[in-house]
């Protein structure tokens, strides 16, 4: 019989750091990249010597990118592996990191991912399509926008209202590519790309890095970290698509199915959840995400966004952090950054953007393939 | 005379070259790697002709594009196919706002003239009425 992560060693994070989503620039990725871990490892007053492995999150850097990296905080000689899985590298570099030490192979151990904006290259499989190359991200969420709003009778300005929230919440974060409010006008006044689909409602794809280290019992312990601060893992699922009937939206049904395992092997339901960091590259993706995990039956997600309830300080927290919408999404770091920010959160450390009484929070993303990741994160 | 531009996915009746699985998936286009319902392949998977019929489940008018060979805008619908399959291509009208649930059929249009002064026709959908 398989074993879930809470059936092994208890994990915790005890370190997270980052390097601000940005704008492409020259700034080199190897900057990017030691500027959180640095941050990191400053985060859990611990020493680069402490890691015993290192899980390099990147989709766009090409081949062995880590070590020409990591060899400038001391080469140590510790095992290193690149994690490549579409927007949930990260997400998967945080999982490996985390069984890792539940299973008792290291104590301390680095996830950080890190991203420049470079082209995408995926090789052919060998079949033809009818158009693809007509088909960005963005049309085929506006093709969700439009079957999402035509399904539940709901209007293109309230799904516009997800962006304006999240716009709002990375105008706190000083880690975000986007920092400025926007009102609902704004966002819907902007450059139409698809459909309703507006500039500010999609993602600015960037660059930046995001790094987090998890820690066993014993590595807390022998390290002298603060247990106060260490926010224990309590659950982490991973899923990939099956053949869905015709109309579900893949994306939705993947959400639904890996969100429910994680939620019962961690015996926790959407009731409890204080903090939620999603994959929101699209404004339609967070109504649709939220319903799929549980906090409100499908088609009724707009409510709670104009009740306030998705707010910091409402019932449920909704991508405090900005979202892939303002923080920003340079693919390798971004789930690593969702469990930095769920892990403040916890901690009470979040400032600005504190949610109220945080106790437990989780991490959703998605990737092109498609995969689906799920953490969830305690305050012991 | 007139070439499809893509003759390995569609004829010149408008028909999906799709395939079917002895397990009964019916899938587009066809493909010899594998059955992606029961991992089946070889002579498991036949080739199957799809009517080019089907329901508008959603479509939208895209406005920007990387590609400026692809001129804005156009319209990119989702279409599940009487057969089974879903797919997503570009309908006929550029702007067209079509209601889902609409039923849709395959047309032939000319994007382009060969060398040898022959019209090449690419597949797109429109409303069937
Ligand atoms: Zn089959």
Redesign the pocket.
Known sequence: MARTLKDLRPVYVVGVGWHRYQNPSDTPYVTLGVTAIREALADARITWPSAESAYVATALLGMASGRPMLRHLGATGIPLSHVENASASGSTAFRQACIEVASGLTDVSLAVGVDKRNPVRRDSTGMDNLAEDAIAQFTHFSLLTNEYAHRHKVSFEDIARVAVKNHRNGAKNRNAQRQQERSLDEVLGGKKVAGSLTALQCTPIGEGAAAAIVASEDGIKRLGIDPGRAIRVIGSTARSERVYAAGLGFDAVLTKETTEIALQEAQVSPQDLDIIELHDAFTVEELHYIENIGLCPEGQGVHLLKDGALDIGGRCAVNPSGGLIAMGHPIGPTGIGQIGEITLQLRGEAGARQHPKARTGLAHMVGVGAVCYVHLLQRP | METLLKPTLYTSEGALLGGR???G?VFFPMQGHG?E??G?HGADLQPMALTGRGKLLSSTVVHLHADKARATPFTIGKIALTDGPVVRTLLVDPVQQIAPGTEMVTALVPVGTGDDGSAILDLRFKPEH
């Open positions: 699985c002895t397990c998936h059955c319902v029961c089946r």
